[in-house]
């Protein structure tokens, strides 16, 4: 098999939320979305064995699922020797097989942009940033600007850029769109890797502020239970209890302020993998208050009143996110071997539900 131009993914194999343009595919192309671009061109070798193309596809175009595969396939995004082709469609020797997307080919270049920080704290070495809810952290296939790396390459200069030649300059983790809350950026390449290094070991002090569903049975708990991409859909995190599958992930919770029906949290991260805590408290029976992603979106515990859907309804409109605010990242500072924690106040949307679910309870019905 011989693959004839790939420029595919700008970000590393191993990074929990890479996915392949592929996963936005889902309808066929119109005639507004213009001409498609190239995304891979492969020739099958003359010894290549009669095998499905979706399956052959798969093995071979990094982090795409044979399900947006057969999609691809069947919208006609895949073509073997310049025809379209069903999704069981069997290679043969020499086929020559292409995959065009709506989508343009992407490579490393940053578009520098104007767009305000909210800096916490600033020093030679160091950045703490205040990332409000809806700003993408870095460039990726559907946000290709309007990112908070687009506004570092614009307000700093020679960030570092770690394993990735340019596409994340100075980042060392990061936090979900809907998710608001603190990072630390690296201004040095000792410093990235010194941070890196703290994540790794799991050092860092991260704390945040969960409104979910319900009310858990204990005041304080400890969900150990592993993280692992679904295997149709890969931007949805699942908890597996065999531990075999996926990856070791550890929340740590506490009750602030219970609600009734929801319940204001403080979630401790021991690791760091993909929507962690928004897949397990999925997983413990308590999604993220107005989380679409893990069933969050809906009236989960109340009463069946038609004020009480209205009210929630107000809520939804209030914070159309997931209820999750990063509110305290403590960490080791790279240069000066001190330890340094910053707290980033709840935003003014999550504020307004809590402060919209405490009134509700001081003067309507009662559980």
Known sequence: MKEINTPFAAVDDDDDDVISPLEAISAPPTEQEGELHLHHHIVADKGQGPIRIDKFLTDRIAHATRTKIQEACDNGYVTVNGNTIKNNYRIQPGDDIQVNLPEPVRH????????????????????????????????????????????????????????????????????????????????????????????????????????????????????????????????????????????????????????????????????GRTHQIRAHMRYLGHPLFNDAMYGGDKILKGTTFTRYRQFIDNCFKIIPRQALHARLLGFIHPATGEYMEFEAPLPSDFQQLLEKWEHYLAYNEQP
């Not at 942009?113 to 600033?122: F, T, W």
């Not at 850029?161 to 809907?178: A, E, M, S, W, Y």
């Not at 890196?196 to 502020?209: C, K, L, V």
């Open 108 to 271: 490393n270049e940053i578009i520098a942009q104007d767009i305000p920080l909210d800096i916490v704290y600033e020093d030679d070495t160091v950045l703490v940033i205040n990332k409000p809810a809806g700003m993408v952290v870095h460039p990726a296939y559907g946000n290709w600007d309007g990112t908070l790396v687009n506004a570092l390459v614009w307000h700093f200069q020679n960030l570092p850029t770690g394993r990735n030649g340019n596409i994340r300059p100075g980042l060392v983790h990061r936090i979900d769109k809907d998710t608001s809350g603190l990072l630390v950026i690296a201004k040095t390449e000792a410093a990235m890797t010194h941070l890196a290094n703290q994540f790794f070991h799991h050092t860092i002090s991260r704390e945040y502020f969960a409104m979910v569903w319900g009310v858990p049975k204990q005041d304080k708990g400890t969900i150990n239970v592993n993280l692992g991409r679904h295997p149709r859909d890969r931007k949805i995190t699942l908890a597996f209890e065999d531990t075999t599958i996926g990856k070791h992930a550890v929340t740590h919770y506490e009750v602030i302020k219970s609600l009734h029906y929801v319940t204001l949290l403080a979630c401790r991260l021991e690791t």
